[in-house]
């Protein structure tokens, strides 16, 4: 199956502070999707990517699709308590006929 | 209501048993999938449906089957639960109708614990 890195695996990080994860594909991806997961719940989509670098933000968070098509960065600013989760990366290549690969995800913990 | 809905929320279950979990979902989307969330190992595809009449496995089909009843319903079976299927596992559809036939939308999980 395609291999997908996602970097970091956790961050700690103090309210205000800004957050950078990303994720890179050993393949090219024509998707990517962005997901939040909170204690308990199902993975919720926060933004999708569908054209080389495209950018698009949704709020505090902005997430870019990589011109090689092989990554892409989720940035969070000025983060508040409620960011917390578990992060997901997704991809979806030309040739899976809409099956999504996910990354591993990242732990983000915010401090008051 | 939620879009998509699973159930049992948890369940505990003794080695060997035959388990089912059930998906439903109110979305009206052809596909539907089924994926295994294990700590620090991200969501792994289990199987995946397109339309009623179609059944596909993921990376980890074995020890698992499913049932698309109907384009609403997509449950998953264990025949003879084991210790290492203990896990929290998503369902989730998406819709090619759409044109961003990727993005999907997941139901709130089943925490399964097998003893």
């Known amino acids: 199956g395609q291999q997908l890195n996602q970097s970091p695996q956790s961050m700690f ?12 594909s050993s393949s090219i991806f024509n998707t990517w999707l962005w997901y939040k997961q909170e204690p308990g719940e199902g993975p919720v989509l926060l933004i999708a990517l569908y054209k080389a670098g495209e950018l698009t933000s949704n709020g505090r968070l902005t997430a870019q699709f990589g011109i090689t098509r092989k990554d892409s960065f989720l940035n969070i600013s000025a ?3 409620s960011d917390v989760g578990i992060y997901f990366c997704a991809g979806q290549g030309g040739s899976t006929l809409g099956r999504l690969y996910f990354g591993r995800g990242t732990q983000l913990t915010v401090w008051p | 209501d939620a879009d998509v809905t699973q159930t049992p929320r948890n369940r505990i279950t003794k ?5 089912m979990l059930e998906c439903s979902q109110t979305k009206g989307h052809d596909r539907m999938y089924w994926y295994r969330q294990d700590p620090g190992l991200g969501l792994q595809l289990i199987y995946y449906s397109f339309d009623v ?11 698992y089957s499913v049932s698309r009843q109907a384009q609403a319903k997509f449950s998953l079976s264990l025949e003879s639960a084991i210790p ?32």
Not at chain 1, 17 to 22: A, G
Not at chain 2, 15 to 19: C, D, Q, S, W, Y
Not at chain 2, 53 to 63: L, P, R, T, V
Not at chain 2, 94 to 102: F, L, R, V
Request: proline share 3%.
């Open chain 1, 13 to 24: 990080i103090q309210e205000g502070e800004d957050v950078s994860m990303n994720c890179t």
């Open chain 2, 15 to 19: 080695t060997g048993k035959r388990i």
């Open chain 2, 84 to 115: 290492n299927q203990t896990a929290l596992y998503f369902c989730a559809t998406s819709d090619p109708a759409s044109g961003q036939n990727t993005e999907a939308f997941f139901g709130q999980g089943t925490r399964l614990t097998v003893v």
């Open chain 1, 79 to 81: 983060s508040i308590p």
């Open chain 2, 53 to 63: 009449k179609d059944i596909n496995k993921g990376e980890i089909s074995d020890g």
